[in-house]
């Protein structure tokens, strides 16, 4: 059984940053893509970005984080990351990382029922 933490979430003022980390244990991340989602008070959880397995060769962002937001994972910590600059309040939101095992060099951050294993979320907070 796959088991992932997030960590990393907190407090920051517009413009700053966090990083995000997603430790996997019980399994090895090695054949899982891996997506971070987020959910907003009110609103339904939504797709962030995404990293394919084992390299991470390929990875996608949503529209409203591309080029703020930067995926990444490091294997051989079973960890993958997720480094979130430029923040602005409307980033403010409960954060998961989610696993879906698929061994080719794709993923996708759309389609959140294809996750099999999902963490217990952090919360990020925007606000001067």
């Known amino acids: 059984q796959l088991r992932l933490v997030e960590s990393g979430g907190g407090l920051v003022q517009p413009g700053g940053s966090l990083r995000l980390s997603c430790a996997a244990s019980?399994?090895?991340?090695?054949?899982?893509?891996i997506g971070w989602f987020r959910q907003a008070p009110g609103k339904e959880r939504e797709g962030v970005s995404c990293?394919?397995?084992?390299?991470?060769?390929?990875?996608d962002y949503a529209d409203s984080v591309k080029g703020r937001f930067t995926i990444s994972r490091d294997n051989a910590k079973n960890t993958a990351y997720l480094q979130m600059n430029s923040l602005k309040p409307e980033d403010t939101a409960v954060y998961y990382c989610?696993?879906?095992?698929?061994?080719?060099?794709?993923?996708?951050?759309?389609?959140?029922?294809?996750?099999?294993?999902w963490g217990q979320g952090t919360q990020v907070t925007v606000s001067s």
């Open positions: 989610a696993a879906d095992f698929r061994p080719g060099s794709s993923c996708s951050y759309t389609t959140q029922i294809e996750y099999n294993y």
């Open positions: 019980g399994l090895t991340l090695d054949y899982y893509a």
């Open positions: 990293i394919s397995s084992r390299r991470g060769d390929s990875t």
